[in-house]
Each structure stands twice: as structure tokens, then as C-alpha cells.
């Protein structure tokens, strides 16, 4: 059969004649070039777009064009914050996303970088890398279940990945000079393997993923490029092509550069590009000449081994953000909440030092049922051991934390505010201080996050969900620090919930005892559990 597209197609001929009414598109990165026509010319067609932006309010305007199309041809466009060089970023994207419930026929990670400065992100990933890559990687992983069954999965890869395999000893640039077309290359490629791994994943489902080279468009992509640069990069390319009897690299106008994308999303028979590579609306073919600027995939960027080995890297690098393994669990009190807290632990994989207040001799019975992932210390001695810590004792006004050892740590105050238990602190009382406002003045050098706090220890286990589940049960979190409010919410998610992030401490009373997400706290899904903080009443 003849193609019917090609180099030279444009994303409205690709859809021509195509009716996506009723159908709901996620792309990353309509601000700018292709995503911004991918999305354009989706939503003339009648789709439903929800699109991100790294910042809504200053890029309104730049999307008007999309509204416009969307008024003319009955689709919409929805525009949601997000960084993907942020895990909070993501997070709270995704979690919106998942609130909102509404499932997508395909996303489209298009949002990129190319050959930026040396930089970090908020994470500590190297920033082509974590931007390009690792930010997709937790995004789309966290919203898999919001893709419809027999939907799309597109991944924006390029001509760049022949550069560079990843390297999955040293991603991050730490050990070696950095270069930032290597860089780019690589995360380029990792894009590609994700999208093979990812169609392997999830085809039980009738999901179909795939990588795109768009084609190469003077969008604002060179934006760290001098015209010298650019210039340069165009005779390099050109004399790479004619030394092996290429035909000169053709610039595409950004229409045809979205061609390819939104085949792969609509058009294309999903089966025939499932994870594969593909460009100029064709699956491309294998080509492992060594020229960067040739045609075709590397078939390194296709590794199937490989794919599995990089998903298994990116999921301990954003799992634990690249900066300090978060394997031991320091508990201080030993009571039903701690000890239910060190099983649910050591279900997930974590060790646990756990402490009570008459000695870690007395703790036996507990460290036998536990098994040997856990053992016995002292206060102090699992405020040390702990790479974060979890203080399941009342506060009291004479600090009796081990403040030395919890120094630098994130610790998770699971205590509420029982005056009839604790005593009265005047200044909860009058509304002035939080309880855990006062933890995290005793522990000046921690950052102290409230966690655990309207749940029955004993419900840990029973009211556990895997993530997207429609009911499952969701907890609240409160810190001044974005990095805690992040470990509590990985760690409730391997633990069977979902998060709202209830910052900073001065609004933990809003799911304290007697509130409306204290007195829910059998079950509550993430939307019930942000209307119950909402309608939280100081009590004084
Ligand atoms: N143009 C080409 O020749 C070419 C060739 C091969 C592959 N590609 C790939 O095609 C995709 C689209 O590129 P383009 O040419 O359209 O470039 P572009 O005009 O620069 O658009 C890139 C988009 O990504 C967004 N973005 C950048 N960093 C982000 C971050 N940290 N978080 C969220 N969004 C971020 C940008 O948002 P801001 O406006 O906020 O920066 C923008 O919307 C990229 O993945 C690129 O690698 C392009």
C-alpha cells in the first residue's frame, strides 16, 4: 500500500477528513513550536486538549491561537501548570490530573530542552537529562491509569539520539565533562527506550507506545544557540550527509514538524508503530551508521535489555530524587502507631530502628514478630540510624527529642493535639501555634512534616489501594519543606494512598481532631479528603 503521508505532510493533512469530538489529548509543552501545533491542530479537529505550561499566567497569550482553533473547530483546550524539571512540579500535575478522574486517548510528552548550559534541576538531575527524560518518566508513570485502554503513548525523540546511548553508570554528568549535545543525545535516547519499555508494559492493556523524530523546525528549541552556532550545526550536518551520499537535511516549517506526532496520536495503525521510532509519518528503519546526522533509529535506542535497565535506574533515581538512598526508617515510640507503621515499612522494603521510652531491651517480642529487617535502639540511637525519622510519641513542652541526632533528617510527626491526654498547651489552644509548628521549633535543624496523623494505625494495612484505584484512600501532609512533603508522599503512595499536600504547618490543624478530615477518617478519596480540609473550622 502506498504511504499516504510523508516528510512534507502537515499535522491538519494528517488529520484531514478526521473527527476527534469526544476524544481527549495530553500534551506537554504548548507554549512553543511543535507542541503548540500539535495542539492547534488537534483541537480544530474537535479533540479535547489538556495542555501544560511552566507558567500559566505569563503564556496565555501564546496559546490564544490554540483557543481560537478550538472556538472554530469544537475542541477545547485546558491548560494546566508544569515543570517537569520539578518532582513537586510533576507531582502535583499528575495528582490534579488523577483528581479530575478523566482518562486520555493519548499523551503526547513533547515538552523539551536542547543543549542547555550545565545545570541541575530542582532534583539534582542533570538538566537535559531530568527534563527531557526523567520528568516524563514520573509524570506519565503516575497517569498511566488515566490512558484509555487501546490508547497512545507518544514520546518526542529526535535525529539526536544517534549522538549518544545513555549511560546508565553516570547520568547526571558527575564523573565526566559535560557536553551538552551528548547531553541532549542522550536524553533523547532514553526517551525512545522509554517508549519501547512502555508499550511492553502496558500492551496487555492495547496500549501502544512510540518515539518520534519530528523533524528538524527553527522553533525556540536553539534557544541557547549564537546564530554562529546554528549556522555551524547546518554545514556540519550538510557535509555529513553529502560524505555518505544523503540527501541535504530539509528544514521542515513547524506544520509538518507536528505531522508525525499526531499520526502516531490518531492516525497511524497503533499495532504497526507500537514501540517503535518514527518520523516523516513512517516507521523509520534501523540505520547504525555512526553519523549523527543520518536518518533512521540507532538500534542501541530500540535495546530491549536496555530499555529494562534504564527503567529500573530511572525509577530508584526519582524514587529517592538522586540525592541519599531512603532505606532506613528510624521510629521513635513503639506503640500501635509506630509498631503498625514499622510493618507497613518492612512490607515495602525499608529497615526500621525503633525506640521506646523504657529501653530497646524491652522491645523483643516486637523485633521477633518484625523479622530481620528490624532491631531495637535507643531514642537517640534511631534518631541516628534513620535516613528520615518517624516520632510516633505525644509532644511534650520539655523537648525530650534526641534534637543532635534528628539534625539535617526529615522527620514525620504522627502526633495530634489531645489536651485531654497531654495536657493544655495555651498557645494551640489560642489558635496562635500549630502542635507540629511546636515540634518543628524543637527540632530547629530537621524538617518536620505531619504525616500519619487521621488514620487508625490499624487501618494501614486494610485500607491500602494501588495507585489509580477510584477509591483509594487519601492522607494529608503538612511541612515547610517541599523535599518532606515529597518523601511523605512517595512513601504513602508504596504504602496504598494518595496526598494532599496541606502546607505549611500552620494549617496542620485543619486535620485535627474533631475537623471534618479527622472525623473521615475511615475512608476518604483525595477529592473528599481537599473539601474536608477546606471546610476545617478552628475549634478554640
Ligand atoms: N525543533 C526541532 O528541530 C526538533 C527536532 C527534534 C526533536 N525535537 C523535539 O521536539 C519537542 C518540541 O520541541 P520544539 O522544537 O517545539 O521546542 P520549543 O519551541 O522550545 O518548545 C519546547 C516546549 O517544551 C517546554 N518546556 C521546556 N522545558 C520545560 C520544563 N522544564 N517543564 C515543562 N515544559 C518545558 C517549553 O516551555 P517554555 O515555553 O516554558 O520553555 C515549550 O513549550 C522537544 O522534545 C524537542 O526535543 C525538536
Avoid at 524491652?362 to 534513620?386: F, H, M, V, Y
Amino acid at each position: 500500500m502506498p504511504r499516504k503521508f510523508n516528510a512534507k505532510s502537515t499535522a491538519d493533512q494528517v488529520l484531514s477528513g478526521v473527527d476527534l469530538k469526544g476524544k481527549r489529548f495530553f500534551i506537554t509543552g504548548v507554549s512553543s513550536g511543535i507542541g503548540l501545533e500539535t495542539a492547534r491542530s488537534l483541537v480544530s479537529h474537535g479533540a479535547s486538549v489538556v495542555g501544560t505550561l511552566r507558567d500559566i499566567d505569563k503564556s496565555k497569550a501564546i496559546t490564544s491561537s490554540v483557543f481560537d482553533a478550538a472556538t472554530q473547530g469544537g475542541g477545547s483546550l485546558e491548560l494546566i501548570d508544569l515543570d517537569l524539571a520539578s518532582l513537586q512540579s510533576v507531582r502535583v500535575c499528575a495528582d490534579t490530573l488523577l483528581t479530575n478522574g478523566q482518562q486520555f486517548d493519548a499523551i503526547i510528552a513533547n515538552a523539551g530542552v536542547m543543549a542547555t548550559p550545565f545545570g541541575r534541576t530542582v532534583d539534582g538531575f542533570e538538566v537535559q537529562f531530568g527534563t527531557n527524560y526523567l520528568g516524563h518518566f514520573a509524570l506519565i508513570n503516575r497517569i498511566e491509569p488515566l490512558i484509555a485502554d487501546n490508547g497512545r503513548l507518544v514520546m518526542l525523540s529526535s535525529q539526536a539520539h544517534r549522538i549518544a546511548d545513555v549511560d546508565l553508570d553516570d547520568p547526571n554528568f558527575e564523573q565526566q565533562t559535560y557536553d551538552p549535545f551528548v547531553a541532549y543525545g542522550r536524553s533523547k535516547t532514553a526517551t525512545t527506550l522509554f517508549a519501547a519499555e512502555f508499550d511492553k508494559r502496558h500492551r496487555n492493556r492495547g496500549i501502544r507506545a512510540a518515539s518520534v523524530m519530528p523533524g528538524n523546525s527553527l522553533t525556540n528549541l536553539p534557544r541557547h544557540f549564537s546564530q554562529e552556532d546554528l549556522q555551524g550545526l547546518f554545514e556540519n550536518a550538510g557535509k555529513a550527509r553529502a560524505e555518505e551520499g544523503l540527501p541535504p537535511m530539509e528544514l521542515k516549517e513547524v506544520a509538518q514538524a507536528a505531522a508525525t506526532s499526531v499520526w502516531a496520536a490518531v492516525v497511524a495503525d497503533k499495532d504497526e508503530i507500537g514501540g517503535r521510532y518514527l518520523e516523516d509519518c513512517a516507521v523509520a528503519p534501523i540505520d547504525d551508521s555512526p553519523n549523527p546526522f543520518a536518518d533512521g533509529v540507532r538500534s542501541y535506542a530500540l535495546d530491549a535489555s536496555k530499555a529494562e535497565q534504564l527503567w529500573v535506574k530511572s525509577e530508584e533515581m526519582v524514587g529517592t530524587k538522586g540525592t541519599y538512598p531512603m532505606k532506613v526508617i528510624g521510629i521513635i515510640g513503639a506503640g500501635e502507631v509506630g509498631s503498625q507503621i514499622a510493618r507497613a515499612a518492612i512490607a515495602n522494603g525499608y529497615e526500621v530502628v525503633i525506640a521506646n521510652s523504657r529501653g530497646p531491651e524491652t522491645l523483643k517480642d516486637l523485633i521477633d514478630e518484625l523479622g530481620p529487617s528490624a532491631r531495637a535502639a535507643t531514642a537517640a540511637g534511631a534518631a541516628e540510624a534513620g535516613d528520615f525519622v518517624v516520632v510516633a510519641v505525644p509532644l511534650k513542652l520539655v523537648n525530650d527529642m534526641p534534637v543532635e541526632q534528628l539534625a539535617g533528617k526529615i522527620v514525620l510527626d504522627t502526633n495530634n493535639y489531645m489536651p485531654w491526654r497531654d495536657g493544655h498547651f495555651p498557645v494551640v489552644d489560642s489558635g496562635e501555634k500549630t502542635v507540629h509548628e511546636l515540634r518543628q521549633e524543637q527540632l530547629p535543624n530537621s524538617k518536620v512534616a505531619k504525616a500519619f496523623t487521621h488514620i487508625q494505625a490499624s487501618r494501614l494495612f486494610v485500607s491500602s489501594r494501588p495507585a489509580g484505584a477510584p477509591d483509594r484512600h487519601a492522607l494529608s501532609v503538612s511541612s515547610n519543606f517541599p523535599e518532606a512533603v515529597e518523601l511523605v508522599t512517595r512513601l504513602y503512595d508504596q504504602f496504598g494512598f494518595d496526598t494532599v499536600d496541606n502546607s505549611p504547618l500552620s494549617e496542620s490543624w485543619r486535620s485535627g481532631p474533631g475537623q471534618p478530615a479527622w472525623a473521615a477518617h475511615a475512608h476518604q478519596t483525595r477529592a473528599e479528603l481537599i473539601a474536608n480540609l477546606a471546610r476545617a473550622r478552628r475549634i478554640i
